[in-house]
Each structure stands twice: as C-alpha cells, then as structure tokens.
C-alpha cells in the first residue's frame, strides 16, 4: 500500500534524543510512541524560556516585538510545552545550523510563516550573537544566511500557495488549479507552507475579483472549498514533482487566532496573560488540511501546532502589535513566545 500519511510521531526516546518518524498509518502507533503535539504548558520555574531575548534579535519586526511596543506583562514568556508522554528537546542551535550546513531552508506562506521564520532565525542568532549574518531581500522572497555555516533560511511570501493573475482589464483571478512559484520552492532542502488566513479575507482585504477552477470561472464559493482545491492542486504539485527524499517537506498547521466572537473559549485576546485552561474549539480548516496530506502518496509532515497554540491566548500582540488600539491584533504571536516552541518541534522532527 502506497498511501503515506502526514503525521509524525516520536517513536523512540533515547534520553534526550528522539527520533521523528513518518509513519503509515494513523493507527500503528509503537509501544514507546510519544506524539509531541498531544500535552500541555507548564510555568516554567527555570531560567530556560524565554529562549531569547527579544532585544538582542536587532531584525525583529515591530508587529511582533510586544515588550519593545510596551506590553508590561511577561509571563506569557515562561510557558513551555510539555508532551504527555516525552520530554520536547532542548533547542541546539548549533546543532540545528551543523544539520542543515551547505542546505536552505524556505517557509511560504503568510505573515504566520513570516512570524515563524523571524522566531527562528532570532534563535539562531541569538546562540552565536557574534556569527555574521547577512539579509536581504529579492522580490518577494527574504534571504537570511548566516555564511559561518553556510545556512539560508528563507521566506517566500505567498498567502494562498495557488497564483493570482492580473487580466489585461485588471481583473485579478485566483487560478485554482495553478502554481508558478513551484519551481523555486523545489530547490530548497526544506520547505515548511503555510496557507489559510487570507482565504477568509472578503471585501477590501481580498486580492482577487475572479476564481478560475479548471475551465470555469466564479465570483466566489465557500472558502473553505476554495481552500481545499488550492491545497489539492498544491498536494498535486508535490506528489508529481518533488523528490521527498531530497526536499523535507513540512506544513504548517493552521494557526489560531483569539478574535472570534461568538466562538465558545475566549472571544479575544486582548488582557489575556495567562494561557486558556482548556480549549474546545474545532478548526474546519485544519480538517480539510489533514485530509488532504493524508490523501497524499509522498510523505510529508504536518506541523500540528493548531490545539497547543489554542491555549494561548495570552501569546498574541493585542494592543502591543503593530496598530496598538487601532489595530488589535489577535493573530500574530509575540516574540519571543509561542512560536518559538512550534520552532523546537520542527527542530526535533528534524532528526
Ligand atoms: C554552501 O552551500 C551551497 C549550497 O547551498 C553550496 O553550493 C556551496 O558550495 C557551499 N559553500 C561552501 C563554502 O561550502
Ligand atoms: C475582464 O475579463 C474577464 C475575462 O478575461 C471577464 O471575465 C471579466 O468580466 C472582465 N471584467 C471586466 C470588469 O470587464
Ligand atoms: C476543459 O476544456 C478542454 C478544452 O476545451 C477540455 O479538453 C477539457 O476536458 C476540459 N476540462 C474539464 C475539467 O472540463
Ligand atoms: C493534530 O492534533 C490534534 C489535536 O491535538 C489531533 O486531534 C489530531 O488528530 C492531530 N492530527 C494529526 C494528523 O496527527
């Protein structure tokens, strides 16, 4: 049977070495199986986290720098995520650039995978604040490289993974079933997408007039089928084209966000320092993600960052983001925070 799964479980722990494995079926789990996404935040009483500090990260964007933006409270920083039933590994920075040594690195997505990447090259700096560093930007795509290591962490700024077009009467079309970024994605030795946010986007916020699916084209239909059909022409791609023995393909799960009113838990972020104590919510979305990875025949990883974000509500900007009052965002994440850990959990799926 071809089917592969998107999953990823730790099936072994070898004092503080675990090894990420793709398995084939959901349901065979080993005896020692650890799912590092199945747990909880604990106060963490050690001077561990946060795993950085924010004001020696000198490329930090502002709408994620929340002390700088004068958030007074910190606690929000001292959260680390404890898996049920194994230790998360400690990040090791020079572990992780020694891995991906002559290798480049490329998230794409939205402004949640612009969060993750900018968590993880703060990190990286963080651990060696004396190795060059040189950033720069082509077009779309933001080049980070540290050339002691020979690393390039990248990111391609993409929402919908799927093209938009401009007509020659400026209608702008979302073509569904196309994807001409594709070929610079499959050079790199890892990539880790990130796409739902801007598909609820109506109105204004919405880059597109038309949606071309196949030979038809509409104005619009539910988005989470337009969604599922970008993802589809996306999983389509990678099945086809990518060799996954060359490229470790990671997706993000989707991130949540805390500005849902008339959603059951917390309706908005705004004043929350501490995380949630439980967490009800069903993503849709990240339903219709699972099932399409699943449908997959090449392996690939899920990042299944949904529920232990979930808790979080205290780890979002609010006021301290960007827009302070104007602008309150329950979107983004704080850096440092949250997405630091989705960064140790890519780092040990890393192997
Ligand atoms: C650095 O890595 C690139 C691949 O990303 C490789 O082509 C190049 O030879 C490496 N340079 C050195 C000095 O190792
Ligand atoms: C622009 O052209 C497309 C077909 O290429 C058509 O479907 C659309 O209605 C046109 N829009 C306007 C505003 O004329
Ligand atoms: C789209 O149109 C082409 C050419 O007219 C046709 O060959 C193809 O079968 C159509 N595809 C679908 C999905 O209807
Ligand atoms: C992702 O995590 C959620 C919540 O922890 C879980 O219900 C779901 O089964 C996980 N998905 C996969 C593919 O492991």
């Given at each position: 049977m071809k089917i592969m799964f998107s999953l990823f479980f730790l099936l072994f722990m070898l004092s503080n070495n675990v090894h990420g494995k793709l398995m084939n079926d959901v349901n065979q789990l080993e005896i020692n199986g650890c799912d590092l996404f199945q747990g909880r935040w604990i106060y963490d009483n050690d001077d561990d986290y946060p795993l950085y500090d924010s004001s020696i990260c000198p490329?930090?964007?502002?709408?994620?720098?929340?002390?700088?933006?004068?958030?007074?409270?910190?606690?929000?920083?001292?959260?680390?995520?404890?898996?049920?039933?194994?230790?998360?590994?400690?990040?090791?920075?020079?572990?992780?650039?020694?891995?991906?040594?002559?290798?480049?690195?490329?998230?794409?997505?939205?402004?949640?995978?612009?969060?993750?990447?900018?968590?993880?090259?703060?990190?990286?700096?963080?651990?060696?604040?004396?190795?060059k560093y040189i950033s720069k930007r082509i077009g779309g795509t933001s080049i980070f490289t540290f050339p002691k290591y020979n690393t390039s962490y990248l990111m391609y700024r993409n929402a919908f993974l799927v093209d938009i077009t401009m007509q020659n009467n400026g209608t702008r079309v979302l073509e569904l079933d196309s994807l001409s970024s594709a070929d610079q994605w499959k050079q790199m030795d890892v990539l880790i997408f990130d796409s739902w946010h801007w598909w609820l986007h109506t109105g204004r916020k919405q880059p597109w007039d038309l949606v071309q699916d196949g030979n038809s084209t509409y104005v619009d239909a539910p988005r989470l089928a337009l969604y599922e059909k970008a993802l589809t022409t996306w999983a389509k791609w990678v099945d086809s084209e990518v060799d996954t023995t060359k490229t470790k393909i990671f997706f993000q799960g989707v991130s949540p966000d805390h500005d849902n009113p008339g959603s059951s838990g917390s309706n908005t972020c705004q004043g929350v320092t501490q995380p949630l104590a439980s967490t009800e919510r069903v993503h849709e979305e990240e339903l219709v993600l699972e099932k399409v990875l699943k449908g997959m025949d090449k392996s690939v990883y899920l990042l299944n960052i949904t529920k232990l974000s979930q808790y979080r509500a205290d780890g979002h900007p609010s006021v301290f983001g960007h827009g302070g009052h104007r602008d309150l965002d329950c979107t983004h994440w704080c850096l440092a925070g949250v997405v630091d850990t989705w960064n140790l959990l890519l780092s040990a799926l890393l192997g």
């Open positions: 490329f930090i964007e502002k709408q994620f720098d929340c002390l700088k933006n004068g958030r007074p409270d910190a606690d929000y920083l001292k959260y680390r995520w404890q898996p049920n039933e194994c230790n998360l590994p400690r990040f090791n920075a020079i572990e992780f650039q020694n891995k991906l040594r002559g290798k480049q690195m490329m998230f794409v997505g939205d402004s949640i995978s612009l969060n993750q990447w900018q968590s993880l090259t703060c990190m990286l700096h963080a651990a060696d604040p004396q190795a």
